[in-house]
């Protein structure tokens, strides 16, 4: 068998598993010879032999798990199977209750299943069912097992569950490895181009200096971003991850501690991790598009729609705080490109709704900036400084802003917050340190810039600019 992911984990469950059955198999041996010989009743000899055959095959299956996960495993389950078997089947032709026995098989499937995947899982509840349902129609009523047979089919879920969630989260980790290392590998070999260009071409020492000195500096830069770019993919992904796992090994231990309603509330958050993995993968893919294109056609926005579809990918996150989200009546329009406009949107909203008040209340608007009004007579939550601030440029612009009611951020909090791949430190809420550095990175790539205005209690103003259209027409940029 191949190796598995996680298998070193896998291995020490396993290891544990097997303790386990050893020592409950030699503690009922026990309980069982005092009791009866309290009681001066005869041994149950059968009982006696299957504990023996568990015992020994746990023994023999922890020496196999040194060279080999799944012989060992699947050694240990299959013999195991067959003794629970032949107690069932004893049971059964003696009168005894055997009721007792389908919890052991139950845990056969879950523990196969969480160890070595749900394949594994599968066909133990297939044996399971072939064998129940082959002993009913001999000793009992065939339909008495109908219930066993179906609650055992519910042990494999969790292993399907958890095992497409760890393969797709190992997909995407590599395709994204891949895309690091062909673009560190890409952009080294541009700037060494560009060196040897330079030497070649540039006959000025001084000036051939410098350039290599500059290109140097891009270097240093691209790959000290790159290192973080790494460091934030591992560290995001790695508490999801965590809780995926850590909900998983308590399933595993404490399944039949908890109920249904439990068990799916459990399920549910390692579904909500997954999705988080994915979010931050879809969240990278587009970073790594930003940085990758060369041209991008930009044109008319419609504002409306782009708010509207950008709040509609947020329905989940809206549905769960319900806030007030308050739109102009009209959007002026803008010159941009309207997938990446949906992207800063979205970040803005989905950071508003998670460290907003409670409820979150919303407020999107804009303001049109004319060199021919004065700062004081624009209606603005922005201060006049601001404003003044890009009434300046060259071309008209409008700035499109978003209002919350937040606890506010203190001015090294809001000095760090555009940086690339840095993180702030909420207690209420958690987040990635991605979305900002996105934001600025759209903004600059389509003319425009990114900022924030915040009073500590007073909530905070997340803006963005973008030029006007009556003063830009549509095309590429750069």
């Known amino acids: 068998m191949d ?283 587009l970073l790594s598009s930003v940085r990758e294109a060369k041209v991008v056609a930009v044109g008319p926005l419609d504002m409306a729609a782009i708010v509207d579809e950008a709040q509609h990918r947020l329905m989940h996150d809206i549905a769960e705080k319900k806030p007030e989200i308050i739109l102009p009546e009209t959007w002026p329009v803008a010159i941009g490109y309207a997938a990446w406009v949906e992207e800063i949107w979205m970040n803005y909203i989905s950071n508003a709704i998670k460290y907003g008040g409670t409820p979150p209340r919303i407020e999107l608007g804009y303001t049109l900036l004319d060199d021919q009004v004065p700062v004081e007579a624009l209606e603005s939550p922005l201060s006049p400084e601001t404003l003044r601030s890009y009434i300046g440029n060259p071309h008209p612009k409008i700035i499109f802003w978003l209002r919350d009611n937040g606890p506010g951020l203190t001015p090294e909090e809001q000095s760090r917050l555009f940086t690339p791949f840095t993180r702030l430190e909420q207690a209420r809420a958690k987040g990635h340190g991605l979305g900002l550095s996105i934001v600025r990175r759209i903004a600059e790539r389509l003319d425009g810039e990114v900022g924030v205005e915040s009073v500590v209690g007073q909530g905070s103003t997340f803006f963005f600019t973008l030029p006007a259209a009556s003063a830009a027409t549509s095309g590429e940029t750069d």
Request: charged share 20%.
């Open 3 to 285: 190796e598995i992911p996680g298998e070193q984990a896998r291995r020490e469950t396993a290891r544990w598993v097997m303790w386990s059955y050893l020592g409950l198999a030699v503690l009922a041996s026990v309980l069982h010879i005092v009791r009866n010989t309290a009681m001066q009743r005869g041994l149950n000899w059968v009982y006696l032999t299957v504990n023996t055959c568990i015992l020994v095959t746990a023994i023999f299956s922890l020496v196999q798990l040194k060279r080999s996960l799944s012989r060992g495993m699947l050694v240990f389950s299959w013999i195991t199977f067959g003794c629970l078997v032949v107690l069932l089947t004893h049971e059964i032709i003696t009168g005894q209750n055997y009721t007792y026995l389908f919890t052991m098989f139950d845990v056969g499937i879950f523990t196969l299943g969480i160890i070595l995947g749900y394949k594994a899982a599968l066909s133990y509840m297939i044996a399971t069912g072939v064998a129940f349902f082959t002993l009913g129609a001999i000793y009992l009523n065939v339909w008495q097992l109908i219930v066993p047979v179906v609650v055992a089919y519910g042990f494999t879920i969790p292993a399907k569950v958890v095992e497409r969630l760890i393969d797709q989260s190992m997909r995407d980790l590599a395709q994204i490895n891949r895309r690091l290392e062909d673009q560190v590998a890409e952009r080294t070999a541009e700037l060494a181009e560009s060196n040897r260009r330079l030497r070649a071409d540039v006959r000025d020492r001084a000036h051939v200096e410098e350039v290599l000195r500059q290109r140097t500096i891009e270097l240093e830069s691209r790959n000290e971003e790159l290192n973080a770019y790494a460091h934030t993919v591992a560290h995001d992904i790695k508490s999801p991850l965590a809780a995926i796992i850590g909900f998983g090994e308590l399933l595993e231990r404490h399944y039949t501690q908890f109920t249904n309603d439990q068990l799916t509330y459990y399920f549910g958050i390692i579904a909500r991790n997954g999705r988080k993995i994915t979010n931050i993968v879809d969240e990278l893919l």
